[in-house]
């Protein structure tokens, strides 16, 4: 079970005492910040790992609850980390301006996933198991990875002007 839990948890991030949720998404920044500089095609990449993470969370949070763990447990960050790799997979051409894009995304995506408008927030409340977990957290990371693309289009017609 150890290794089931170091993964939940986001490799222990989701045990830090405050902010858990912040900490998981940064944990996944991290993560696609190495494949984004040392993969050839980080887009790609990022995508099967988000997915790899998706159904892997699924599992994993379906065994805990079945197990007797709390439901949606805050320790818990897997989705966290699933969430924010869709964000930046979903930004094209990963290895130009890279930073911006993952401060974009990052920002974008932990926006959806603590706001939780409109089917997100549903999903929050009414499923149940690893769906419910992980489910918002994947509908946050495809809203905030088409936020992140229009603020990112916003940040260069700024930087078009000049501004």
């Not at 910040?33 to 887009?43: E, R, S, V």
């Not at 065994?63 to 964000?87: C, F, M, P, Q, S």
Request: glycine share 14%; charged share 15%; hydrophobic share 50%.
């Amino acid at each position: 079970m150890k290794i089931k839990w170091f993964l939940l948890t986001g490799f222990y991030s989701g045990l830090l005492p405050k902010a858990p949720g912040t900490f998981g998404s940064i944990v996944g920044v991290i993560i696609a910040f190495f494949i984004i500089k040392y993969f050839p095609n980080p887009n790609l990449t990022i995508m099967l790992l988000a997915i790899f993470f998706s159904i892997l969370g699924i599992r994993l949070v379906n065994e805990y609850e079945k197990n007797g763990g709390i439901h949606d447990d805050k320790r818990i960050v897997i989705d966290e980390i699933a969430g924010v790799l869709i964000t930046i997979g979903l930004l094209g051409h990963l290895k130009e301006n890279t930073l911006i894009k993952l401060f974009l995304a990052f920002i974008s995506f932990r926006l959806f996933d603590i706001w939780k408008p409109s089917v997100i927030g549903k999903i929050d409340k009414n499923a149940k198991g690893g769906l419910g977990v992980m489910g918002d957290d994947i509908l946050a990371g495809i809203f905030g990875g088409i936020f992140a693309g229009i603020l990112y289009i916003g940040y260069l017609k700024l930087k078009q002007l000049g501004i």
